[in-house]
């Protein structure tokens, strides 16, 4: 059986499988059906989309798949991932969906479920969908067509409404944005319109840049993955901040006011330090991935707070956030996540977060993170011919404990494989780059040797 969900759903090249028409029609089909099962009678979905050409399409498909199930479909129409699992959320669903690949180009498109918690969809749920896709005798019935187009473009002005009074009246609450400049970039993406109207609702006065969506333009050259146009921007204008969001908005990275880039990590210390401060941190504790950077760790951990690191992906960062009980995690891509407010990353949250942070400390965004040193970071890959267990390697064994007594608590190595290709990853941090890079490459070589690879 095939697996098609990823840490992040299903995704892909929009029009190929698994994201042809066929296949996304029954992924629909069996994500109602099962919805069907577990609830004994007609599931309530409701589904939404970025600005991706094939995004219209997708969730004709989608829906008509779930209508062989009978199900229930509120459509908000072009809307972030957050907003999504806050309407399933709201709305008592039994699932959101949402239409995305957010921060790939726009040939990607992708599958996202969210249970009514904000949670994404559970392994076991995916595994039975994976095998109801597997099952080409599950045929759908052609009959049964998409509800009124019109019904459901009227419903979703509705649906995003309920969203931004959300975010103006809970999360926003008291927050007066007045004489406080910031620009936006919405990477033509979902926050397109609702970053822009947000801000400037909240007082602001608001420079919007790449909120002109195409079909194509989505997360080219602009918003989270390319900031160098957003900081130019800032100093130009000379405004407080400059947020950047990805396709989706379920992250946000910013920009201080001296065009310095702020990343997840730098937001988590200064949300981290307000929240210890008004004994809100619980358990002294934020929840960071493998790959945040060890100058987070040791910053963190001069003000007596601790960091506990997860595997990559927003849903690793969640599972520990539940486990522990603490309050703030998140990636050093900008998805943070702010269990007691959602469970879900939302660019938007982060941000009137960050900003609640800068006019209750009455501090500009530079102050709030200084403190933090970023520490020199190399990521070595090396082309194996097997991934055989690192601790089954005496020798790798031997020169990675050697290195990590020479970091000591001033660096991190981090061995692990590729999930989706033959190589070892040699990440280190460390004080001085000259040195991780000979220690990387010590560690490299010795990797080729027992393993027999070609250098890459």
Same mark, same amino acid.
């Given at each position: 059986?095939?697996?098609?969900?990823?840490?992040?759903?299903?995704?892909?090249?929009?029009?190929?499988?698994?994201?042809?028409?066929?296949?996304?029609?029954?992924?629909?089909?069996?994500?109602?059906?099962?919805?069907?099962?577990?609830?004994?009678?007609?599931?309530?979905?409701?589904?939404?989309?970025?600005?991706?050409?094939?995004?219209?399409?997708?969730?004709?498909?989608?829906?008509?798949?779930?209508?062989?199930?009978?199900?229930?479909?509120?459509?908000?129409?072009?809307?972030?991932?957050?907003?999504?699992?806050?309407?399933?959320?709201?709305?008592?669903?039994?699932?959101?969906?949402?239409?995305?690949?957010?921060?790939?180009?726009?040939?990607?498109?992708?599958?996202?479920?969210?249970?009514?918690?904000?949670?994404?969809?559970?392994?076991?749920?995916?595994?039975?969908?994976?095998?109801?896709?597997?099952?080409?005798?599950?045929?759908?019935?052609?009959?049964?067509?998409?509800?009124?187009?019109?019904?459901?473009?009227?419903?979703?002005?509705?649906?995003?409404?309920?969203?931004?009074?959300?975010?103006?009246?809970?999360?926003?609450?008291?927050?007066?944005?007045?004489?406080?400049?910031?620009?936006?970039?919405?990477?033509?993406?979902?926050?397109?319109?609702?970053?822009?109207?947000?801000?400037?609702?909240?007082?602001?006065?608001?420079?919007?840049?790449?909120?002109?969506?195409?079909?194509?333009?989505?997360?080219?050259?602009?918003?989270?993955?390319?900031?160098?146009?957003?900081?130019?921007?800032?100093?130009?204008?000379?405004?407080?901040?400059?947020?950047?969001?990805?396709?989706?908005?379920?992250?946000?990275?910013?920009?201080?006011?001296?065009?310095?880039?702020?990343?997840?990590?730098?937001?988590?210390?200064?949300?981290?330090?307000?929240?210890?401060?008004?004994?809100?941190?619980?358990?002294?504790?934020?929840?960071?991935?493998?790959?945040?950077?060890?100058?987070?760790?040791?910053?963190?951990?001069?003000?007596? $707070?601790? @960091?506990? #690191?997860?595997?990559?992906?927003? &849903?690793?960062? =969640?599972? /520990? %956030?539940? +486990?522990?009980?603490?309050?703030?995690?998140?990636?050093?891509?900008?998805?943070?996540?702010?269990?007691?407010?959602?469970?879900?990353?939302?660019?938007?949250?982060?941000? $009137?977060? @960050?900003? #609640?942070?800068?006019?209750?400390? &009455?501090?500009? =965004?530079? /102050? %709030?993170? +200084?403190?933090?040193?970023?520490?020199?970071?190399?990521?070595?890959?090396?082309?194996?011919?097997?991934?055989?267990?690192?601790?089954?390697?005496?020798?790798?064994?031997?020169?990675?404990?050697?290195?990590?007594?020479?970091?000591?608590?001033?660096?991190?190595?981090? %061995?692990?494989?590729?999930?989706?290709?033959?190589?070892?990853?040699?990440?280190?941090?460390?004080?001085?780059?000259?040195?991780?890079?000979?220690?990387?490459?010590?560690?490299?070589?010795?990797?080729?040797?027992?393993?027999?690879?070609?250098?890459?």
């Amino acid at each position: 059986m095939t697996k098609l969900f990823g840490t992040d759903g299903i995704r892909g090249e929009a029009g190929k499988y698994p994201l042809n028409a066929e296949t996304v029609q029954a992924i629909g089909r069996s994500l109602a059906r099962r919805l069907a099962e577990r609830k004994h009678g007609a599931p309530r979905i409701v589904i939404g989309r970025d600005t991706r050409e094939s995004g219209p399409w997708m969730e004709e498909a989608l829906v008509n798949g779930t209508l062989q199930h009978d199900a229930e479909i509120h459509s908000a129409g072009i809307i972030t991932t957050p907003g999504i699992a806050f309407l399933a959320r709201t709305l008592q669903a039994d699932a959101g969906v949402v239409i995305s690949a957010s921060h790939n180009p726009y040939q990607d498109n992708g599958i996202k479920v969210f249970e009514p918690s904000g949670r994404k969809l559970d392994d076991a749920m995916e595994r039975l969908i994976e095998a109801d896709i597997a099952d080409r005798s599950l045929s759908a019935d052609s009959n049964k067509l998409v509800k009124d187009a019109k019904g459901r473009a009227d419903e979703s002005a509705d649906l995003k409404s309920r969203y931004f009074s959300y975010l103006v009246n809970d999360v926003a609450q008291n927050l007066a944005l007045s004489s406080f400049k910031m620009v936006v970039d919405c990477a033509n993406g979902a926050a397109y319109e609702i970053a822009p109207r947000l801000f400037t609702e909240l007082g602001a006065a608001v420079v919007t840049i790449n909120d002109k969506p195409d079909g194509q333009n989505i997360n080219r050259d602009c918003g989270s993955l390319h900031i160098e146009g957003l900081q130019k921007l800032v100093q130009e204008t000379r405004a407080d901040i400059g947020v950047a969001f990805d396709g989706d908005a379920d992250r946000a990275l910013f920009v201080d006011e001296a065009g310095k880039f702020i990343d997840g990590d730098a937001t988590m210390w200064a949300l981290a330090n307000y929240l210890k401060k008004r004994g809100q941190l619980k358990s002294d504790t934020v929840v960071a991935t493998v790959m945040s950077n060890i100058g987070l760790e040791i910053a963190l951990r001069s003000e007596g $707070i601790k @960091l506990r #690191r997860a595997d990559v992906g927003d &849903k690793y960062v =969640l599972e /520990e %956030l539940v +486990r522990t009980g603490a309050a703030l995690g998140g990636e050093q891509s900008g998805h943070l996540i702010f269990p007691g407010l959602s469970l879900a990353g939302d660019g938007m949250l982060t941000t $009137i977060s @960050l900003l #609640r942070v800068m006019r209750e400390e &009455k501090m500009s =965004l530079s /102050e %709030l993170t +200084r403190g933090m040193q970023r520490y020199p970071q190399l990521l070595v890959n090396v082309r194996v011919l097997e991934k055989r267990p690192f601790d089954e390697l005496s020798e790798v064994q031997r020169v990675a404990r050697e290195i990590e007594a020479e970091l000591g608590d001033r660096g991190r190595l981090l %061995l692990r494989y590729s999930g989706t290709e033959p190589l070892a990853r040699v990440m280190i941090e460390g004080e001085d780059q000259t040195t991780i890079k000979a220690q990387a490459d010590r560690l490299a070589e010795t990797i080729r040797r027992e393993l027999g690879a070609e250098k890459s």
